[in-house]
């Protein structure tokens, strides 16, 4: 079973021991770095452990942008030693669920880039609904859920 807990005084090391493949610091920033912008965004954001079987296998941050106003989720990834077991894809389906109980504020728009070269993910995320929009960041690009 996977499930999302709030990274706390208790497993924020477990987070920060989270490994990314070879090759796949250009896809997704280590926790460190996110928990560092959670700390800054803490009125808006949530940042979670990803778990399986009780152990943390992966990080993912939600975030309210007040502006737009839509959730960003920010800076997901699975541990390399959890990869290829459906973990992320579960993950996101928890992440959503979350989302749509409006922790933040209310709106039905879900946004997230994605590395224009991590094929594997965009398909996860087009798997739950994501969708291109055109838009792009240097080497991201935009995708986006609309919750019913």
């Known amino acids: 079973m996977v499930e999302l807990k709030a990274i706390t005084e208790e ?6 021991n989270l490994k990314l493949a070879p090759g796949q610091e250009e896809f997704v920033s280590h926790p460190i770095r996110s928990l560092a ?9 949530q940042p979670f452990g990803i778990y399986a079987d009780g152990k943390m296998v992966g990080y993912v941050m939600v975030i ?8 960003d989720v920010w800076h997901m990834m699975i541990d390399e030693s959890a990869q290829k077991r459906g973990y992320g894809g579960k993950a996101l389906d928890r992440v959503i669920e979350y989302i749509k109980t409006k922790p933040f504020g209310d709106s039905n728009r879900v946004a997230l880039t994605c590395n224009k070269n991590n094929p594997i993910a965009e398909k996860l995320y087009e798997s739950r609904g994501f969708s291109a929009t055109g838009t792009e960041y240097d080497d991201e690009k935009e995708l986006v859920l609309t919750l019913e």
């Open 64 to 71: 309210y942008d007040y502006d737009i106003p839509e959730y």
């Open 11 to 16: 497993n924020f090391i477990d987070a920060f």
């Open 37 to 45: 912008q959670a700390y800054v965004y803490r009125e808006q954001c």
